[in-house]
């Protein structure tokens, strides 16, 4: 975009309205919609935060609580030193939700290459959400690894996985495929059920993830069942919803 394109897209005239709402959103709405519809391509350097609020004729402070939501909206990267600039988009991956796959065989499977990094595990009295999922009681025990996904080394999300510790009496033996040390003992689940939510990422994930804190990310809780009907994995990961999109195919039933 010319120099004088980008005066005109940011001039008051452009995107300021009477009674729309305060200034900061009208122009976090119209920098959002430029970007979207590509008039702020990629890579695109948005003038400095000064020369943004003169041109726009509002307060830096107007400028900046825009800004900052476009950041952490992923649209926009502050690069140190250098100035802000629109983001190139990454392509997403679509995961289909009819199979039950772990995150080493979804990657697989798109030629990616995926690593985990242990965050902690061990053997704990299990949560009030473990006990409800695994059929527990307080006075079990279950084997509970936190582990950082990535694929081509790219931090993809976060998981916890929890087991009684019957199906998992070690998980120092789990290295990148908690399904694969399952398959050997025979206790890998052969079906699932996921509970899918939209939250805003914590602190502590967020520098995980490298992702703003508040970043909206997709919750997954996953509850694993062997053939007999007894639940022997529960699994909640944080995944990065500028990644995936979790797509589920459904078909009209005939009637009989």
């Keep these: 975009m010319e120099p004088d394109d980008q005066i005109t897209l940011f001039k008051p005239a452009s995107w300021l309205r009477p009674a729309r709402g305060p200034r900061y959103e009208q122009l976090y709405r119209h920098l959002s919609a430029s970007i979207a519809s590509g008039t702020l391509s990629p890579e695109t350097q948005l003038p400095p935060e000064r020369e943004l609020a003169e041109i726009a004729e509002v307060s830096r402070v107007t400028v900046r609580k825009a800004i900052a939501q476009l950041v952490e909206d992923g649209v926009l990267e502050q690069r140190r030193g250098a100035g802000t600039f629109v983001r190139i988009p990454r392509a997403k991956m679509e995961h289909y939700l009819s199979k039950l796959l772990s995150f080493t065989e979804y990657m697989l499977q798109r030629g990616k290459t995926p690593t985990s ?75 699932a059920v996921q509970r899918i939510t939209a939250i805003n990422l914590p602190a502590s994930e967020s520098r995980l993830l490298d992702l703003p804190e508040n970043t909206a990310v997709l919750r997954i809780d996953r509850t694993g069942f062997l053939p007999t009907g007894r639940p022997v994995e529960f699994t909640r990961g944080l995944y990065r919803s500028d990644i995936y999109d979790f797509i589920a195919e459904l078909r009209l039933e005939q009637n009989l």
């Design 117 to 191: 990094t242990i965050i902690n595990r061990g053997i704990f009295h299990p949560s009030p959400d473990e006990q409800i999922a695994l059929g527990l009681s307080a006075a079990d025990r279950v084997a509970r690894i936190e582990r950082l996904r990535m694929a081509d080394g790219i931090a993809m999300a976060v998981e916890w996985s929890s087991l009684p510790q019957d199906i998992l009496p070690d998980p120092g033996v789990v290295g990148t495929s908690l399904y694969d040390v399952l398959r050997a003992n025979g206790t890998a689940p052969s079906r």
